[in-house]
């Protein structure tokens, strides 16, 4: 894995160059603490058992942040590589395709946990944002997710020919799952028809993992998400290992 | 010296396009060896099968005893490679690139020496897409001298180079090999195969039009020699047809083109001239190019640009 730390390093620092993909991962979560809080408040509230919108959401907003970061960020960004030959640069050096895309995870992970990690203060701050589960746990969950989303943002990227493209497979595949899965409209409050489709979004399953650990459930009482999510990662991955092309 | 990659009948095709078309030559240790042809030819799929990068349909390449495309990370740690096409990220800084190109070879030189080699020093903290066409080949080039490779593989190295910065590289490469290394490189420019090359292969369609040094592909064509100079319109050049060792006497306008050959033939042509009394003006020699080898193999013109 000669090269891993080097290009890991690298990725982090284009990542907080380029403006657009720094704005979804670092400024885009505060300001959705900031948005749907002055739209929902955090009181408490019967239909949500007690607890305040902000609450219940943030696992939700967790699970749009991974998803902009897997589903457009990730497919986005290696369509520009293929398109203007930086893929082909690399894999003429002595790169190897998996010091490529792990670095590229590792990085990608980072940066989404430094965004989370700004998501949790502000909403700590601004609403004192109840959190009842255990910090580890929940951290492995967001990772669990991350990689099972990011894998799909590969296979993506692994299927369109350039970043326009990406991006729009991307947008058609993130903007439903946003709003039908229950992360930015708790599931409680939409009518049940739309609680039907959600069963069959893979979103759907990410929220309810993360807000189980949130509120302190334990993995085995999630075992359905955990293996929905551990399916679409081994399915994404084997296919996108097969699909790549550098160029 | 021996040999350090050996082709042999290699083949690609690219739908109904025969790219390659049954192509065997060998490298020497040491030498620079170019590919040139109009495009189209196959340069670069050619290189691109040494490189590894592609693999023929058929055929074989041994590259210092490996076989590229499937010992690729072998021969990776071993050759240097600047391709036609390719480009960083845009906000990568040179001296980053250098630095993590180093990092993924067993091997590799120090980001400082090869900045001040390449004349990017002063760039090392601009940002790649800030940098000029020269300055992206510049780093181009010390990224595929970072690992200190034994081959290598510039592809259309000068394309878009104004001719100064053209004549700087044709430097830096034979610098390059004066340092030991192989160079194997592709143009579309017969001057730079001509000035650069220790042995030039011509390719066209696919195929292998000729191979050997520049100097003896031109002197293959045999020996005529060419003068030029323009005289006032209405003065008849035939009567010089009469010289001792001119062959033939081509006249455009005011423009004179006198054929020949032998040693004393430039001397016996202004010497005839000096005795008509004709008025004549900017005579000068042309010696046959790998242009005209070209032109005599093909029966086509190379296309400039």
Not at chain 1, 128 to 155: K, Q, T
Not at chain 2, 185 to 210: K, N, P, Q, S
Request: net charge negative; aromatic share 10%.
């Amino acid at each position: 894995m000669r090269g891993l730390k080097e290009l890991t390093w690298i990725n982090l620092k284009l990542n907080i160059r380029e403006p657009v993909g720094a704005f979804f991962t670092l400024a885009f979560p505060p300001l959705m603490v900031v948005l749907f809080g002055a739209m929902y408040g955090n009181d408490p509230s019967p239909i949500l058992g007690g607890y305040g919108s902000m609450d219940v959401s943030m696992p939700g907003y967790t699970a749009v942040i991974l998803s902009t970061v897997g589903l457009m960020n990730i497919p986005i960004t290696i369509g520009a590589y293929r398109e203007f030959g930086v893929l082909r640069r690399y894999q003429a050096s002595a790169m190897r395709p998996r010091v490529f895309i792990s670095a590229d995870v590792i990085a990608n992970m980072l940066m989404t946990i430094l965004g989370l990690a700004l998501l949790v203060l502000f909403g700590w701050l601004l609403y004192d944002v109840r959190f009842e589960g255990n910090v580890l746990s929940y951290v492995l969950g967001v990772i669990w997710c991350g990689l099972a989303i990011f894998a799909f943002g590969y296979l993506i990227a692994s299927l369109a020919p350039g970043a326009r493209t990406a991006q729009v497979i991307g947008m058609v595949l993130f903007f439903p799952m946003m709003f039908l899965s229950g992360a930015t409209i708790p599931m409680e409050i939409l009518p049940e028809s739309i609680q039907n489709i959600a069963n069959y979004l893979p979103l759907t399953y990410v929220v309810n993992l993360l807000r189980g650990l949130w509120f302190g459930e334990a993995w085995r009482d999630h075992i359905l998400a955990v293996t929905i999510l551990a399916g679409i990662l081994i399915v994404s991955t084997t296919c996108a290992a097969r699909l790549f092309r550098w160029e | 010296m021996s040999k350090i990659i050996e082709v042999n009948e290699i083949t690609k095709q690219y739908g109904s396009v025969q790219a390659v078309d049954g192509v065997t030559f060998h490298v020497e240790e040491g030498e620079i060896f170019g590919i040139v042809g109009p495009n189209g030819a196959g340069k670069t799929t050619t290189i691109e099968c040494i490189e590894g990068i592609r693999r023929p349909d058929s055929g074989s390449v041994d590259l210092l005893g490996y076989v590229p495309w499937k010992d690729r990370m072998e021969v990776a740690e071993r050759i240097g490679i600047q391709l036609q096409e390719s480009a960083l990220p845009l906000r990568i800084r040179v001296r980053e690139a250098l630095d993590l190109f180093g990092a993924l070879y067993e091997v590799h030189g120090d980001s400082q020496v090869l900045l001040d080699r390449l004349e990017l020093a002063d760039k090392a903290k601009a940002m790649f897409g800030k940098l000029s066409g020269g300055q992206k080949q510049r780093l181009f080039i010390a990224l595929a001298l970072v690992n200190r490779p034994q081959v290598v593989f510039f592809d259309e190295l000068t394309t878009g180079l104004d001719p100064h910065a053209r004549r700087s590289m044709w430097d830096l490469v034979r610098q390059i090999r004066d340092q030991g290394a192989t160079v194997f490189l592709t143009t579309h420019f017969m001057e730079e195969a001509e000035r650069l090359c220790d042995r030039v292969l011509i390719m066209d369609e696919g195929r292998i039009v000729a191979l050997d040094t520049p100097e003896a592909l031109i002197r293959s064509l045999g020996v005529e020699r060419r003068l030029v100079f323009t005289v006032a319109d209405q003065w008849d050049s035939q009567s010089l047809v009469e010289l001792p060792r001119v062959d033939r006497v081509e006249q455009i306008g005011e423009r004179v083109v006198v054929y020949g050959s032998g040693e004393r033939f430039a001397s016996s042509v202004v010497h005839g001239l000096e005795t008509s009394g004709v008025d004549f003006r900017d005579l000068r020699t042309q010696d046959p190019t790998l242009e005209d080898v070209f032109l005599s193999l093909t029966g086509r013109r190379m296309q400039e640009e």
